[in-house]
């Protein structure tokens, strides 16, 4: 299948908590893994990614981890901050060449 | 950096019309672009693959006589919307891959048929 999961669907966390949000992926072959912030009615927004030849990828607050042999991928935030709270997606790169998203997590961050 | 430009940003369509969203790489030719539909609260789903030159391949359950999809050159791709109905209401967005750049996405489309 093509499928990606993304758990969990909804995250509330106090602000300076960490959040982790977890997704699977089905293609072995997968090779790219972004991450992307969307507000509501606008594009998505890159926040971070990995290429299946690294395993973590570290920017500030964000991190990412990526276990090729689970094929799994999870979103670190640190610190977190009211205006964190957005939804969050995760992707998979799949063969040939297309983009699948990730069901989404709304992560909503109490001051 | 690399952008996608898409139009309109809005439309509002009566039901059984047909309509037209553009998708325009700026500073770089897009070979292949690719085209999602988002319902509110649900994700990006994709819908289509546009090829330049050449059909595109489209995802399982879309409607390829319904959905038109037309990458006449290296920079533009359009998806018209035919004989909409309300239940087609739905964000649009486009998206072009750039390798090792990523995907560049357009800023979206929100259809509303009436």
């Known amino acids: 299948g093509e499928n990606v999961e993304q758990h969990p669907s909804t995250l509330s966390v106090q602000e300076g908590d960490s959040a982790v949000i977890k997704c699977t992926y089905s293609?072995?072959?997968?090779?790219?893994f972004p991450w992307y912030k969307q507000e509501l009615g606008k594009r998505p927004q890159l926040i971070i990614d990995i290429r299946s030849n690294v395993g973590e990828k570290k920017d500030q607050r964000i991190a990412v981890t990526l276990n090729k042999t689970a094929k799994h991928f999870s979103l670190h935030i640190t610190e977190t901050q009211p205006e964190d709270s957005a939804v969050y997606f995760c992707?998979?790169?799949?063969?040939?060449?297309?983009?699948?998203f990730g069901t989404g997590t709304r992560l909503l961050v109490s001051p | 950096g690399a952008v996608v430009s898409q139009h309109p940003s809005r439309v509002i369509c009566k039901s059984g019309t047909s309509v037209k969203i553009e998708c325009r790489s700026l500073?770089?030719?897009?070979?292949?672009m690719f085209w999602y539909r988002q319902f509110p609260k649900q994700s990006l789903m994709l819908m289509a693959t546009?090829?330049?030159?050449?059909?595109?391949?489209?995802e399982q359950g879309v409607e390829k006589d319904k959905f038109l999809i037309n990458h006449a050159s290296l920079t533009l791709s359009t998806l018209t919307v035919t004989s909409a109905h309300p239940e087609d209401s739905s964000f649009y967005i486009c998206s072009a891959n750039q390798g090792l750049l990523g995907y560049t996405f357009g800023s979206g489309t929100r259809l509303t048929v009436v």
């Open positions: 293609d072995s072959a997968s090779n790219y």
């Open positions: 546009s090829n330049e030159g050449s059909k595109a391949t489209y």
């Open positions: 992707a998979a790169h799949l063969r040939p060449q297309k983009l699948v």
């Open positions: 500073d770089f030719q897009a070979t292949t």
